[in-house]
């Protein structure tokens, strides 16, 4: 976890990643809300990053608790929550493998970040495990995973030369990502293992979708249409988030579940 630590610290820009995945953010913003359901909700927003949905989601005007792993991010969730006139509940540097300390039960928890990083089964169980013994009975989990397809993706959205197409196909077979280059350690995942290890923990399943579906490959251009057009082409996004038969043209799955 140090290096994952290390790479929002010092090398990667957050708060500026969903600036250019606007697609993600949208459609992802969309399933929250319409299913974060009521006023002044209390959630906490596990591996929330620099506070992109924790921000939006006080906006609404529901409590919100922030935690990450990176200082920096919860440096800029700060910063960007004065910006925008409103204070997150807490701002807490800290691990998502570590929640013993907490107690406070939740509405709404989110864990949409802590799963890319998380290579070994057992440690992905167990945030899973951890976050869930912080909700409250009947309350809503969103959980995000990276698609084993999203390299493939990335590279199909600007077609930049692929130094080895074994390396690609590979992320197919183990999903492991060491932090060698191009990105920190991660974990990249089928829809089937996704929804497997969610159901392992007798939640009711509300949605499973693949974010961006197909509209990923064409984000470059999307994103540079007049707002109409981008809101058609988002509503198609949005139809298309659940069809199956599309689902690992994703670089995002998102889980919806109640305890």
Known sequence: ?????????????????????????????????????????????IGGGPGRYSIYLAEKGHKVSLLDLSKRNIEVAK??????????????HGNALELEQHEQKYDVILLMGPLYHLIQGADRKAAVKGALRLLKPNGIIVVSFISNYAPIQDYLKGVHPIESVDELLGYLKDGVNTGESGFTTAYFTDYKEAKDLMNSFGLTEIVFAGVENILGAKENEINMLEEREYRKWLEIGYQLSRDENLIGTSEHFLYIGRN
Not at 10 to 16: L, P, T
């Open 79 to 92: 910063k960007k929550s004065r910006e925008k006139n409103i204070t997150l509940e807490a701002y807490i």
């Open 1 to 45: 976890m140090n290096k994952v630590e290390h790479w929002y610290d010092n090398e990667y820009d957050e708060w500026e990643r969903l600036e250019r995945h606007k697609i993600e953010f949208d459609i992802t913003k969309r399933y929250l809300d319409e299913y974060i359901i009521g006023e002044n909700l209390e959630i906490f927003d």
